[in-house]
Antibody, heavy 117, light 112 residues
Framework: QVQLVQSGPEVKKPGASVSISCKTS????????ITWVRQVPGQGFEWMGW????????NDALNFEGRLTMTIDTSRSTAYMELRSLKPDDTGIYYC??????????WGQGTLVTVSP | DILMTQTPLSLSVTPGQPASISCRST???????????LYWYVQKPGQSPQLLIY???TRFSGVPDRFTGSGSGTDFTLKISRVEAEDVGVYYC?????????FGGGTRVDIK
């Protein structure tokens, strides 16, 4: 069965960086991309970006002003998301989801990121 | 960006009764490939979103047939023919015809 398992909760201070992993199993990693979405309390879901798991090509949302980096490690069937220069507004739950550009189907369990002085 | 608007904000439903959720987009979700990229997800308490419906009306694997999606262009509907206790959660529509992917604000369904 398809599974996406994310790394655990993080607490960070403003200005720091956070890195979240998304380990996949149950399918051939390079056949699907990975989309990253965050859920901020009171603001709903926000798409962050997408990475092609075959070649590492990315599309990311303009909102993050160059603070976002998405990478993959095909040997580990794992995707990574790093967000830098964290602000309190970045507090939320971060999700990875399997995405072949026609279907966004399975989601990870989410990673809570708390940004607080 | 395409704005997705869901109504109502919440529904309280007696078990066995139907429920209906509307989703409207500010642009057509019909892609040049002929497909309409409108999804429905449910987020049950404490869980991540689960895919129910994709391309307007196709049920995802394992989704009961009491869930039906319909619509075209900019107007879409999710119907639950007979709500069950396990259907409690927040339902979201999402579009992927254009980046960025955007989501409706959610409709909370609970049981009377």
């Amino acid at each position: 069965q398809v599974q996406l398992v994310q790394s655990g909760p993080e607490v960070k201070k403003p200005g720091a960086s956070v890195s979240i992993s998304c380990k996949t199993s149950g399918y051939t990693f390079i056949t699907h991309g990975i989309t990253w979405v965050r859920q901020v309390p009171g603001q709903g879901f926000e798409w962050m970006g997408w990475i092609n798991a075959k070649n590492g090509h990315t599309n990311d949302a303009l909102n993050f002003e160059g603070r976002l980096t998405m990478t993959i490690d095909t040997s580990r069937s794992t995707a990574y998301m790093e967000l830098r220069s964290l602000k309190p507004d970045d507090t939320g739950i971060y999700y990875c989801a399997r995405d072949n550009m026609e279907l966004v189907d399975y989601w990870g369990q989410g990673t809570l990121v708390t940004v607080s002085p | 960006d395409i704005l997705m608007t869901q109504t109502p904000l919440s529904l309280s439903v007696t078990p066995g009764q139907p429920a209906s959720i509307s989703c409207r987009s500010t642009q057509s979700l019909l892609h040049s490939d002929g497909k309409t990229y409108l999804y429905w997800y449910v987020q049950k308490p404490g869980q991540s979103p689960q895919l129910l419906i994709y391309e307007v009306s196709t049920r995802f694997s394992g989704v009961p047939d009491r869930f039906t999606g319909s619509g075209s262009g900019t107007d879409f509907t999710l119907k639950i023919s007979r709500v069950e206790a396990e259907d409690v959660g927040v339902y979201y529509c999402m579009q992927s015809v254009q980046l960025p992917l955007t989501f409706g604000g959610g409709t909370r369904v609970d049981i009377k």
